[in-house]
């Protein structure tokens, strides 16, 4: 117990000789530093006692220095990282509306150019607002409508070729059936001069995107590769617009007639603009003379009979009329000769 007090005081002595010596060295550097004393020997001892303090207070200071500046730099480098960020996302959003924006104008580029070398047609653009979900294929919605002009059975196309025509029409929309349909019927024909096979275009459901030429006759010249287009026929579609290109000939059910599996000039799955002919000044087509058929092929041979018949009667030319003279240029004996036969009185 006694060594445990003796501790306890040893311990109490220490902490008042530290205390007491601190305040000295304290009432010493503050009366050096306000120049009460100008003994070289207490400046030199002042320093001397100073200088660990001076050490520690510097270290320390430097460290709080170091700490707040680092802070700092660390709080300046989030806010700009988080306005770099920020600038970013509306780098980002701006570079996507560029991009959505240079392909439009690429493609009304493109339907402009179309209206400007189809002169014969009066065009109305329009975009793909929608499709039936249903028919994915059948149909689809834009947004123009009879306050732009738009009507039913008016075609649609796009610089590539025909895209289908316009079954419904409101005032700000219309709802366009495509050529991919099996409800469609386009009157094509094979563009080859070597050949012009006339066909319908229809909608295959086996293969719904990739449109058929039906109806052509067995010996008929049709080809892969052939360019089909409208035919003009029906009076809703002008003659000349591209449809597609043959890609394989396959026989019908019946054996006597055969089909074109077409490839379209559209790509349909892009299909984003499109344009609505509203008037076309071009004249309706001539008939189109229909191929000869083999014997015993003949659909109706009354009616091939009757047609040839109407062609040879069309090449033959009409007499002459014979020119009657006025009655006051005719002959005076010629004259008399009448008088006594009509009994004319004088």
């Known amino acids: 117990m006694s060594r445990i007090r003796r501790d306890d ?11 007491v010596t601190l305040v000295c060295v304290l009432c010493l550097v503050f009366v050096a530093g306000n120049g009460k004393f100008d003994s070289p020997f207490l ?9 660990p303090f001076q050490i520690v207070a510097s270290w320390v200071g430097g460290k709080v220095n170091h700490l707040r500046t680092e802070f700092w ?3 300046y480098v989030y806010d700009q990282n988080r306005m770099l960020r920020n600038e970013v996302e509306e780098l980002r959003v701006q570079n996507l509306e560029a991009n959505e924006a240079f392909a439009e104008n690429v493609r009304l580029k493109a339907l402009l150019g179309y209206k400007q070398e189809k002169t014969q047609f009066d065009l109305v653009p329009a975009h793909v607002i929608g499709r039936d979900s249903a028919t994915w294929s059948g149909t689809i919605m834009i947004d123009r409508g009879t306050a732009s002009g738009v009507r039913e059975n008016m075609p649609v196309v796009t610089e590539k070729g025909l895209v289908g025509v316009v079954i419904e029409a409101a005032p ?14 386009v009157g094509a024909l094979v563009q080859r001069q070597e050949s012009r096979v006339a066909g319908i275009i229809e909608g295959d459901p086996a293969n719904p995107l990739m449109p058929r030429m039906k109806n052509i006759p067995k010996s008929a010249d049709v080809i892969d590769g052939d360019i089909v287009v409208t035919s003009g026929f029906g009076g809703v579609y002008p003659k000349g617009i591209l449809i597609g290109i043959v890609q394989t000939l396959k026989n019908d059910e019946g054996g006597l007639l055969k089909y074109a599996v077409l490839e379209p000039a559209v790509d349909f ?13 071009e004249a309706p087509p001539a008939p189109i003379t229909p191929p000869p058929q083999t014997p015993g092929t003949e659909t109706d041979p009354a009616a091939q009979k009757a047609a040839e018949q109407a062609k040879k009667a069309a090449q033959q030319p009409a007499p002459a009329p014979t020119p009657q003279q006025p009655p006051q240029q005719q002959p005076a004996a010629a004259r008399q000769t009448e008088n006594r036969q009509g009994g004319v009185r004088r």
Do not use: C, G, H
């Open 43 to 51: 400046s030199r001892a002042a320093v001397t006692l100073l200088r």
């Open 73 to 75: 730099e660390i709080y």
């Open 9 to 19: 005081q040893d311990s109490s002595r220490k902490v008042w000789l530290f205390l």
């Open 172 to 185: 700000y929309s219309s709802k366009v059936r495509l050529i991919l349909d099996p409800r469609a019927a």
């Open 269 to 281: 799955q892009k299909l984003e603009d499109v344009a609505v002919i509203t008037a076309s000044r």
